[in-house]
């Protein structure tokens, strides 16, 4: 989704947002030099807009080491010879980039791009002040320093070194917030990096961008309070972050393998005893990518689902802990590219091929099929008068449990279902929703990958119980985050 901003310089600034990740990529142009900041992986559609512009892409931006997915920093500038340029850090890359000092200008045609080195959520972190020919401060591409209603977890850096604690990193956000930012002009146009549904902020807003002067008013991170005040209320709530974070921050510093050779080495065609073979001699996972109740009608033995059409790499991410993992794809016939690339922009990038002709190649050849047990809210319900003391998993996130659920079901977060999996009892039947169906056969596929046959996943999720009027809810309580 492109989001264009034109100013009267001639300028041009595009936010080019995904949803699935909750990112905000930006091409910036003047004059016929463009530049990049915060790219995704796959880097053509920012080259074929320069193109098309008959502009030149003279930076790459980054903002910091990203942790939930893999810019397209290194690919970028190969393809273009862009310069990469990164904020203050000591850290030892795996590419030529330029390291900005604070202050530093760049320009870019008629205007100026200035970088602000706010370090709090990671120390490299960096904020990047346009200003136009006239010297006017304008636009503020602030990563994930600041964004809109929330500001950058203070904790990934932990992963980094263990001197780097969330409360030393919290006060380090408090600085760079009260003495580099806020002192800008309350016109300045903030396009933070992330929005509502990434995990790099708790309670961030769906609005992807905003004047400086409406935060200074309406996000609690700049009101007026102590740094003891701020560090309390920044590290109230949050959780563990997914596991592939640190992986993603070491391929963003090291480098990685270019876009095209992962898909060159994922988009091979498999027919259904090629696949077989291939899920025999390996240690691949199955991976499925069809909608959830598409799947539960049948799949290929000990195969997993995370559905493409929801927040497809996050999930990939959080549930598959090595980002060195060999995948084996099954998609929808035409989508293999898309699931391969999103795959990439988390850095899974072993995919090593699809079922060709989908999952209805695999019945037209007689394999082995698998089926998970679906039933309705309304179903539930009455198979709960008739013995309440059946067994419900609510694998919705610890903060949507607490604002609201089923009286006696219990909480097993899909987010850490690798750390949790032994406290569910393969000999029991469970009855498994989330908030929608979603994520509750993505939980129910893996544990049956893993021996757990016994549990029924439940269509529609908490929505269809709520609705059916039939459950004793607990009352509902406003979530303090969405972590």
């Known amino acids: 989704m492109n989001k264009p901003y034109i100013e009267k310089t001639k300028m041009k600034i595009e936010q080019i947002y995904t949803g699935c990740l909750a990112q905000g990529a930006y091409y910036l142009e003047s004059n016929g030099e463009a530049a990049i900041i915060d790219p995704l992986r796959e880097v053509a559609p920012y080259i074929e807009k320069a193109k098309r512009n008959k502009a030149k892409i003279k930076y790459v931006f980054e903002t910091h080491f990203h942790a939930d997915f893999v810019s397209g920093h290194q690919d970028l500038a190969a393809k273009t010879g862009a310069k990469i340029v990164f904020g203050p850090t000591d850290a030892k890359l795996g590419f030529e980039a330029k390291i900005a000092k604070d202050g530093e200008e760049f320009q870019l045609g008629d205007v100026r791009v200035?970088?602000?080195?706010?370090?709090?959520?990671?120390?490299?972190?960096?904020?990047?002040?346009?200003?136009?020919k006239e010297g006017k401060e304008e636009v503020l591409f602030t990563g994930d320093t600041l964004f809109i209603g929330d500001v950058g977890r203070p904790d990934l850096a932990q992963k980094v070194s263990k001197d780097l604690t969330q409360e030393k990193q919290a006060g380090h956000l408090y600085d760079s917030l009260r003495n580099k930012i806020m002192p800008l002009p309350d016109d300045v146009v903030v396009y933070p990096a992330h929005g509502a549904g990434s995990a790099c902020g708790k309670n961030m807003s769906k609005e992807t961008s905003?004047?400086?002067?409406?935060?200074?008013?309406?996000?609690?991170?700049?009101?007026?309070?102590?740094?003891?005040?701020?560090?309390e209320k920044l590290i109230t709530g949050l959780t563990p972050p997914p596991s592939y974070f640190p992986q993603n921050v070491m391929m963003n510093i090291q480098g990685y393998d270019s876009i095209d050779k992962v898909l060159e080495r994922g988009e091979r065609e498999l027919t259904p005893e090629e696949f077989e073979a291939a899920a025999n001699e390996t240690g691949a996972i199955l991976l499925d990518t069809r909608a959830p109740q598409v799947f539960a009608k049948g799949f290929i033995p000990n195969s997993i689902n995370i559905g493409i059409d929801g927040s497809f790499a996050v999930w990939v991410g959080t549930l598959i802990p090595d980002v060195n993992q060999e995948i084996l794809v099954i998609a929808e016939e035409g989508k293999e590219e898309e699931v391969i690339t999103r795959l990439a922009r988390v850095g899974y990038d072993h995919a090593i091929g699809f079922l060709k002709g989908g999952f209805e190649s695999w019945l037209k050849a007689g394999k082995e099929v698998d089926k998970i047990e679906s039933i309705s809210a309304g179903q539930l319900a009455g198979l709960k008068e008739a013995d309440p003391s059946i067994q419900i998993l609510d694998v919705r996130k610890k903060s949507e449990?607490?604002?609201?659920?089923?009286?006696?079901?219990?909480?097993?977060?899909?987010?850490?279902?690798?750390?949790?999996?032994?406290?569910?009892?393969k000999d029991k039947k469970y009855y498994v929703h989330c908030a929608g169906g979603y994520r509750s056969m993505m939980f129910t596929s893996i544990m049956r990958a893993r021996g757990y046959h016994n549990l029924v996943d439940v269509d529609g999720g908490f929505k269809s119980i709520k609705e059916s009027g039939r459950f004793k809810l607990t009352d509902y309580v406003c979530p303090t985050t969405k972590l």
């Not at 905003?210 to 560090?231: H, P, R, V």
């Not at 607490?402 to 009892?425: C, K, Q, R």
């Open 114 to 132: 200035r970088a602000i080195h706010t370090p709090g959520h990671t120390m490299e972190s960096t904020c990047y002040l346009l200003i136009n």
């Open 210 to 231: 905003d004047t400086l002067g409406n935060q200074k008013k309406t996000n609690y991170a700049l009101q007026d309070m102590s740094k003891e005040e701020f560090i």
């Open 401 to 425: 449990f607490e604002s609201e659920h089923i009286t006696d079901a219990s909480n097993h977060p899909l987010d850490y279902i690798n750390e949790n999996m032994e406290t569910v009892d």
